[in-house]
T-cell receptor, first 113, second 114 residues
Framework: KNQVEQSPQSLIILEGKNCTLQCNYTVSPFSNLRWYKQDTGRGPVSLTIMTFSENTKSNGRYTATLDADTKQSSLHITASQLSDSASYICVVSAGGSQGNLIFGKGTKLSVKP | DGGITQSPKYLFRKEGQNVTLSCEQNLNHDAMYWYRQDPGQGLRLIYYSQIVNDFQKGDIAEGYSVSREKKESFPLTVTSAQKNPTAFYLC?????????????FGPGTRLTVT
C-alpha cells in the first residue's frame, strides 16, 4: 500500500533556531516528492518539488533532501521565524494519472518568540 | 491577479441538504481537483478533471458530484448521501502532461453540517 509517513507529528521551537522535519514513503512507482506549507485555515503552498535524480533543493531558508534509495526526505528550516508556524506536508507522486498524489498527515510546527 | 478562488470561506448547512462549493481558476490550467482535509489526516482526493466535460473519481467520491462545463470552473456538490460531510474542502489546479506538474491550491471552504 502506498504510504507517506511524517515525523514528528508536532514540533515547538524557539525563533531563530533550526529544525528538520522527516518524511518516509513507500510509494511505487515513484515520480517526484513535494513539500508544501499550509497555514492554519488556508490552502497548501508549494515549497519544493524533487524528482528521482535530485538530492537536494532549496527555497530560501527551506532546504529539502531526498534519498531515493532509502525512500526518505527531510525538510530543513534555517533561522526559523514566527511566520514559519504552519503545517508542513510531504507529498509523493506515483506518476501515471494526474490524481495520483499520496499526502502525508503533516508536521505541525510552532515557532515561539 | 492569477489564482484559484473558492467561495464561500465558511458554509453551514442542515443535514439532508445538498450544498455546492465553488472553485474558479484563471491560471489557464487544464486539470482541476477537489480534496477533503480532516483534522489529523492527509488530504484525500474526491474528484479530478483533466479536460472540460470529463472527470474521474478519486479515493472518496461517494456522496459527492462534480461538473466541468468550463475550463475555469469545477464546482463540487456535497449530497445528502455523504455520511460525514463536515470538513475543510480544497480545490487545486495544474497543467497536464508534465510529471512534475505543480498543483496550486485555493484558500479552501470549511463546511459544517449540523
Amino acid at each position: 500500500k502506498n504510504q507517506v509517513e511524517q515525523s514528528p507529528q508536532s514540533l515547538i521551537i524557539l525563533e531563530g533556531k533550526n529544525c528538520t522535519l522527516q518524511c518516509n514513503y513507500t510509494v511505487s512507482p515513484f515520480s517526484n516528492l513535494r513539500w508544501y506549507k499550509q497555514d492554519t485555515g488556508r490552502g497548501p503552498v508549494s515549497l519544493t518539488i524533487m524528482t528521482f535524480s535530485e538530492n537536494t533543493k532549496s527555497n530560501g531558508r527551506y532546504t529539502a533532501t531526498l534519498d531515493a534509495d532509502t525512500k526518505q526526505s527531510s525538510l530543513h528550516i534555517t533561522a526559523s521565524q514566527l511566520s514559519d508556524s504552519a503545517s508542513y506536508i510531504c507529498v509523493v507522486s506515483a506518476g501515471g494519472s494526474q490524481g495520483n498524489l499520496i499526502f502525508g498527515k503533516g508536521t505541525k510546527l510552532s515557532v515561539k518568540p | 491577479d492569477g489564482g484559484i478562488t473558492q467561495s464561500p470561506k465558511y458554509l453551514f448547512r442542515k443535514e439532508g441538504q445538498n450544498v455546492t462549493l465553488s472553485c474558479e481558476q484563471n491560471l489557464n490550467h487544464d486539470a482541476m481537483y477537489w480534496y477533503r482535509q480532516d483534522p489529523g489526516q492527509g488530504l484525500r482526493l474526491i474528484y479530478y478533471s483533466q479536460i472540460v466535460n470529463d472527470f474521474q473519481k478519486g479515493d472518496i467520491a461517494e456522496g459527492y458530484s462534480v461538473s466541468r462545463e468550463k475550463k475555469e470552473s469545477f464546482p463540487l456538490t456535497v449530497t445528502s448521501a455523504q455520511k460525514n460531510p463536515t470538513a475543510f474542502y480544497l480545490c487545486a489546479s495544474s497543467i497536464v502532461g508534465h510529471h512534475t506538474y505543480e498543483q496550486y491550491f485555493g484558500p479552501g471552504t470549511r463546511l459544517t453540517v449540523t
